[in-house]
């Protein structure tokens, strides 16, 4: 509810701030606020920091609804990621909102669970709610989804995957290719039985597709496989290593679907007096601050995902400002491979 004052000249009734309340008090026009409120890059940085101020001061709460209809712009862009809960995915949002708030704009969020149901009814969701535009995580979704998003008419960016067919535009890796580039690196190592770690959602998939690849092209053994749920944590990387202890002696080198899980496969190994690399060899993925602090150092693949929010949020915006976004549907951020102590 906005805030209420009263007039200090009549000694009326309280009543709601408003737009024109704040442009009197900061000396400049009800178009100045607006521009403030809606499109900030393109006040001077001392007429906004003044307007804001007195927003600020005044409690005004602008009415985005009444904005959005005149405009027929909300200023919220949504996005579902598969989990809240993991950090592998926290840098994507950050960067997302960082981007949207620097030009006006605020970040609406989805947790889909790894469920591309729950990513349908997210969506659904936020189409009603009549927001400018959509980012999603990879590039599996229903049938459903996909009619929804294709009568909805707002840009679309998917992320963390690529495809030659994106529904609108996409911003991420190939995870198929970071998948056979960790193959060839273990294999360079010296490792000829490996397993993978990881769940079914379809970037963990793509992977091991990749890593499996790679290992036939080495004419080596498919990877053994261990699937740990989706979203795992720590204790996901402490079972899946204890599986692999007892039940795969002759693995000598393993790939985990995301750092955590990874960890957690360090401090079981740790626990039981396994020695890494020497006894067995341990990979991640996302090179999370976890993998540079645990010991030994996590080797893994690094992808840029702040950037990849950053950058669907900017294709978002450059696409709802008119600009001509043709060149810019697909950006591939590529991956690397990191190299540490654990393989």
């Known amino acids: ?27 400049v026009s009800h178009i100045t606020v607006s521009r403030v409120i809606n499109s900030p890059d393109k006040v001077a940085p001392a007429t ?7 927003i600020t001061r005044m409690g005004y709460i602008p009415n985005l609804l009444a904005g959005g209809l005149a405009s027929r712009r909300t200023r919220i862009v949504a996005a579902v990621v598969p989990t809240i809960g993991h950090s592998i995915f926290a840098e994507t949002v950050r ?24 990513e349908t009814r997210l969506v659904e969701a936020f189409i009603g709610r009549r927001v400018d535009g959509l980012v999603l995580t990879g590039v599996q979704h229903t049938p459903a989804t996909l009619q929804r998003l ?43 039985r490996i397993a993978f770690v990881g769940g079914e959602d379809p970037r963990g998939v793509a992977r ?48 985990f679907s995301n750092d955590v899980i990874a960890a957690g496969a360090v401090l079981e190994c740790d626990r039981r007096k396994v020695r890494i690399p020497q006894d067995i060899a341990i990979a991640g993925f996302a090179n ?31 696409r709802l ?23």
Do not use: C
């Open 1 to 27: 509810m906005a805030k209420r004052i009263t007039s200090q000249e009549d000694g009326g009734p309280a009543r709601a701030v408003t737009k024109e309340d704040v442009a009197r008090v900061a000396g």
């Open 48 to 54: 906004r920091e003044k307007v804001q101020a007195e």
């Open 95 to 118: 960067g997302m909102s960082e981007y949207l708030m620097a030009h006006g704009y605020q970040l609406l969020l989805g947790q889909s669970d790894y469920s591309e149901d729950i």
């Open 150 to 192: 294709k009568t909805a008419g707002i840009p679309v960016v998917e992320t963390w995957d690529l495809t030659s067919e994106p529904i609108d535009m996409l911003a991420g890796f190939s995870n198929y290719d970071a998948g056979a580039a960790m193959g060839d690196y273990l294999v360079e190592q010296g490792y000829r």
């Open 208 to 255: 091991l597709a990749g890593l499996s690849a790679a290992l036939k092209r080495h004419r080596l053994h498919a990877p053994v496989r261990i699937t740990a749920s989706p979203g795992s944590f720590l204790q996901g990387g402490r079972e899946a290593m204890v599986t692999l202890l007892e039940q795969h002696r002759d693995v000598d080198a393993a790939f």
């Open 288 to 318: 999370l601050d976890i993998a540079s602090e645990i010991n030994p150092p996590l080797t893994t693949v690094h992808v840029s995902s702040h950037r990849i929010g950053e950058t669907a949020a900017r294709m978002l915006l450059a």
């Open 321 to 343: 400002g008119g600009k001509d976004a043709e060149a810019d549907t697909v950006s591939d951020l590529g991956f690397s491979i990191v190299r540490r102590g654990s393989a």
